[in-house]
């Protein structure tokens, strides 16, 4: 989505997240909450990067369209979020609890690492081998900087390590997870919009 088009013109609430991938997995959780997000006038935007915060804060809060703001960010870009929610007028020397009041929820340490802990090794590699990715990890997992480090940290990276894969693995991921096993960030996002 460009920064020069409205999400959409009944969306009254835009979510702020850094990808792609962020975007799926949000709207799979919903989808799985039995929620419609367009039909409920709710947007999640992908900005390209935490960095970009303040362009879409200008575009769609209170200085632009004035809709109601939320988003998701990983822990590594909570400073980006902190200062372009300050910048847009909505608070000051803002801290991870306020900015979570304002609806954006920080991730520990990324979203992928939150998607493989709540779901467990098991069945992160049940949901690559459903993808046709599993051989490809344990190819990765012999890889001399990759041998012998923990799984989970294995698998958060091998996610990021195929240009598209956090991207058609977000939704998937999200679907594998019994329901009262979702990563925090993510479920309180979901409620709270």
Known sequence: ???????????????????LSD???VEALARRRGRDLDGEGIAVVEMGGSKNIRRYLGRFGPAGLDRR????????????????LEWAGL?????????????????????????????????????????GEL???????????????????????FFGTLGGRKIRSAAALVDALDLTRVPPPLDRLVAWI
């Open 23 to 25: 975007r799926y997995a």
């Open 91 to 131: 608070g000051s020397d803002l801290t991870r609890t306020d900015i979570e009041r304002l609806g954006f929820f920080v991730c520990d340490a990324d979203l992928e690492d939150e998607l493989v802990r709540a779901l467990g090794i098991a069945a992160v590699e049940r949901v690559l081998e459903d993808q």
């Open 69 to 84: 703001l939320a988003g998701l960010c990983d822990a590594g870009e909570v400073r980006d979020i902190q200062r372009g």
């Open 1 to 19: 989505m460009g920064i020069d088009s409205d999400p959409s013109p009944a969306a009254r609430t835009v979510v702020l997240v850094e990808g």
């Open 135 to 157: 051989a490809s990890f344990r190819t990765f997992q012999r890889q001399p900087p990759w041998r012998g480090r923990p799984h989970q940290e294995q698998l958060r990276r």
